[in-house]
């Protein structure tokens, strides 16, 4: 396997407004991240992925961007960013941008010009079209509720927004679009920058005539995700992309891909490809999904993640590259989803971070995880801000469905779970901010947080800082093959990693009860050495052993 300082590092992600407010005015912001470079230093990031700084609207914090090439005046200034850079660089830390080009904000002047006549030369920047039977030009949903497609009384024609109706969807189609983002990435590569985060980067090619899918029972509209997730042109984009700006700069890509199986992740990333480095799968971030999706609330079954997870790490096991992650902004935090944020808190956090960190692939911490922030409660929905969860939470009440029903799944799914400010310490507003903050702060952070977390060596800090040291140290944690063992235990965790002579075995109990475990003798070793576990004092490895609650032990055979 071809040995890449890629694959070799850590990513931290950092979601800005939620991160560090310097300035008081409740919203984080870059010279708040600035002050904070020496916290994550001292955590041993390589590479922070910064979520989008650019100017926005904020219809979707950010992710509705209205110029690609200059800064959010809530964020700080381009000084202020060519500073972050330089304080990065000088720390031995590299930086990744979010590229957001499946879509731009309606407020983007490619947009203001492409609505205001049919023959402008923006016009077909967008995906525009006529109504069909003076409705909608076809029948599919946005990812954000309701239709796809928003009519524009100037042209009398639609456009359409996989997201919502502020984020309209750029064509692809057109050559020039194309160049303008390229030259665009090739803008932020010359002043430096190390990469990008390509947001719902497979969405980008749709299928010829945008065709009506199936609408399923008690929907009102479509998916039409199979006529535009991993198009027809997909590859064709991506290999232009890379010829034009990738190859002629050292750098690291990550593709968000929703819906994308492993066999379809190789082709991205397998290297004679010329594509990306890597993608961000969901797969296993819906294992606890019911029939009807995200909201429909389902408990994780073990053995469904150790299959999803090990199909990805042996399907990309000698081409490609796998990204490493339970959480991200618009993910709950994972110690509240998979683990348990009451009694077993610190061990529970730590045991998945021990399964994470010690696969195949470039792991990435997101903000707070390394101290296990955990979900958050706000009593009501006014509290809360995210557009999907707003949106969700009106879709149900035009249903007449219940609001606890409706708030039980915000409490579990929903997106402000993670990005309710970052916790440092334990004072007012948990050190975020001396003024108001935009989303309030999680009452938890007398208890959890980071202050109290960097003093404290037996922390969850401490944990996540020594799996990233001894990614450093042990070659077999980056380039190891893995092995499944005991894929059937529906309690327990492990696997093996190899690389030349050397082995690791990794052992997890996922749940809150001591675990009774009888090894396959090949990995049963007089001489093991413990490099890491969650709990005080020796466990000794044996055929037949007992693991505490949540522990998670990773052995050097
Ligand atoms: C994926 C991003 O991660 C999410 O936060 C955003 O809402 C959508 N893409 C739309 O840009």
């Not at 080009?101 to 309606?106: E, L, R």
Request: proline share 4%.
């Amino acid at each position: 396997m071809e040995k890449q300082w890629w694959k070799e590092s850590v990513v931290y992600q950092i979601y800005p407004r939620s991160f560090m407010d310097s300035n008081g005015d409740g919203i984080g912001d870059i010279p708040g991240i600035i002050s904070k470079l020496d916290y994550l230093k001292e955590l041993g990031i390589d590479v922070i992925w910064l979520s989008p700084v650019y100017k926005s609207p904020n219809d979707d914090n950010g992710y509705d961007i209205s110029d690609y090439q200059d800064i959010m005046d809530e964020f700080g200034t381009m000084d202020d960013w060519d500073q972050l850079l330089k304080e990065m660089h000088n720390r031995g830390m590299k930086l990744i941008m979010d590229l957001v080009v499946n879509h731009s904000s309606d407020e983007h002047k490619w947009f203001v010009e492409s609505r205001k006549s049919k023959d402008n030369p923006y016009r077909d920047y967008y995906i525009w079209r006529k109504p069909k039977d003076g409705k909608e030009p076809n029948n599919w949903g946005s990812n954000f509720g309701g239709s796809a497609w928003e009519y524009d009384e100037e042209t009398g024609e639609y456009f359409l927004h996989l997201f919502s109706k502020k984020q309209p969807d750029l064509n692809w189609e057109n050559p020039k679009l194309r160049e303008d983002v390229y030259s665009m990435m090739k803008w932020w590569l010359d002043k430096g920058i190390d990469g990008f985060r390509m947001d719902v980067v497979n969405f980008i090619s749709k299928v010829e005539g945008l065709p009506d899918d199936e609408v399923k029972p008690g929907k009102k509209y479509a998916s039409g995700s199979k006529y535009y997730r991993n198009g027809p042109k997909i590859h064709d984009y991506f290999k232009e992309m890379h010829k034009e700006v990738l190859s002629n700069y050292d750098v690291m890509t990550v593709g968000e891909m929703p819906g994308v199986n492993p066999e379809q992740a190789r082709l991205y990333t397998g290297k004679d490809r010329d594509e990306l480095n890597m993608v961000f799968q969901f797969s296993h971030m819906s294992l606890d999904n019911g029939k009807n999706g995200k909201w429909d609330l389902k408990p994780l079954y073990l053995p469904d993640l150790k299959e999803n997870l090990t199909h990805w790490q042996t399907a990309l096991e000698k081409d490609g590259w796998n990204s490493l992650y339970f959480n991200n902004h618009d993910q709950p935090r994972v110690v509240s989803r998979f683990g348990d944020d009451g009694k077993y808190h610190r061990e529970s956090a730590k045991m998945l971070a021990t399964i994470l960190h010690m696969m195949k692939g470039t792991p990435y911490v997101y903000q707070g995880e390394e101290i296990g922030m955990t979900n958050v409660r706000f009593s009501s929905i006014e509290e809360y801000e995210d557009i999907e969860t707003l949106n969700f939470y009106n879709e149900q009440m035009e249903a007449g469905e219940p609001v606890q029903k409706t708030m039980e799944s915000i409490y579990v799914k929903g997106r402000d779970n993670a990005r309710t400010p970052m916790q440092w310490d334990s004072s007012r507003n948990a050190g975020f901010t001396e003024g108001e903050p935009w989303l309030a702060v999680n009452p938890n952070h007398k208890e959890i947080n980071a202050e109290a977390q960097v003093n404290d060596e037996d922390s969850i800090f401490h944990y996540y800082k020594k799996l990233i040291e001894l990614r450093k140290q042990h070659e077999v944690i980056v380039y190891g093959r893995y092995e499944l063992i005991l894929g059937d235990h529906e309690k327990l965790y492990a696997y093996t990693r190899t690389l030349g002579d050397e082995k690791l075995l990794v052992l997890c109990n996922f749940y809150d009860e001591d675990l009774e475990i009888d090894l396959p003798e090949e990995v049963v070793s007089e001489n093991a050495s413990t490099l890491i576990t969650n709990y005080k004092g020796e466990t000794k490895l044996a055929k037949q052993m007992k693991l505490q609650p949540y522990q998670a032990i990773v052995y050097k055979l």
